[in-house]
C-alpha cells in the first residue's frame, strides 16, 4: 500500500489519465474506428452474448489491474511514473500482463459482439506489439529494477496465458496446491 494520502491520489490520477490514453484508444478509439462508429456486421446471439461476457470481464480486470498498481505498487502502469513495488498481488498472481490480456479480451469480445473479422486481426496486432514491448523493455526493465524477485516471479507466473491457481512468492518449487 502507499505510504502516504497524496502518494496515492497521485498514482490514480497518473494511472486513471494512463487508463484514459493507452488502453482507452487501444480498447476503444481504434475499435471504434475499425468499425465505423460500432457498426454490426453478420453474428448470432451466442457470439454476442459471449463476446459481451469477454468485454465485460476484460473491462473489469483492465480496471482491477490499474488499482493494483495504485494500491499495492505505489505508482502507475505508465514508464514514466513506475510502480516503487514490484506488483504480485491480485490478477498478477494468474499473469504476469492482465492488463494487456485484458485488452485483447475486450478487443475480442468487441469482434464477437459487432461480428467484426477486422476486430479479430486488430486483436493480433494488439497482442503482437505489447508482447515486442514487454519482451524488449519491460521485462529487462523489471529485472534490473527488482532483480531475483522478479526472476523468480517470471518463472512462476507465465506471461499471457494464466495459470489455473495463484503464485504466491513463498510458493516453493515443490510445494503443490493440495500441501498448503
Not at 490520477?13 to 488502453?23: E, I, Q, T, Y
Not at 505508482?75 to 498481488?89: F, H, I, N
Not at 473479422?117 to 521485462?139: G, H
Request: aromatic fraction near 14%; charged fraction near 15%.
Amino acid at each position: 500500500m502507499p505510504e502516504n494520502g497524496p502518494d496515492r491520489w497521485r498514482a490514480a490520477l497518473g494511472s486513471l489519465l494512463f487508463l484514459v490514453v493507452a488502453p482507452g484508444v487501444v480498447a476503444g478509439l481504434v475499435p471504434w474506428w475499425l468499425t465505423g462508429g460500432w457498426r454490426t456486421g453478420s453474428t448470432v446471439f451466442v457470439l454476442q452474448l459471449v463476446g459481451a461476457i469477454l468485454l465485460a470481464v476484460g473491462a473489469g480486470a483492465l480496471l482491477w489491474s490499474f488499482g493494483q498498481f495504485v494500491w499495492e505498487g505505489a505508482g502507475t502502469p505508465a514508464p514514466v511514473a513506475p510502480t516503487r513495488r514490484l506488483v504480485l498481488g491480485g490478477l498478477y498472481r494468474f499473469v504476469r500482463n492482465p492488463m494487456y490480456v485484458a485488452v485483447i479480451a475486450c478487443v475480442v469480445g468487441q469482434a464477437m459482439m459487432l461480428g467484426r473479422p477486422v476486430l479479430v486481426a486488430y486483436a493480433v496486432v494488439t497482442w503482437i506489439l505489447p508482447a515486442a514491448f514487454v519482451k524488449f523493455y519491460e521485462e529487462p526493465t523489471l529485472l534490473r529494477a527488482y532483480g531475483d524477485e522478479y526472476e523468480e516471479y517470471r518463472r512462476h507466473v507465465p506471461a499471457w496465458l494464466p495459470r489455473l491457481y495463484p503464485w504466491r512468492p513463498s510458493d516453493s518449487p515443490g510445494e503443490t496446491r493440495s500441501s498448503r
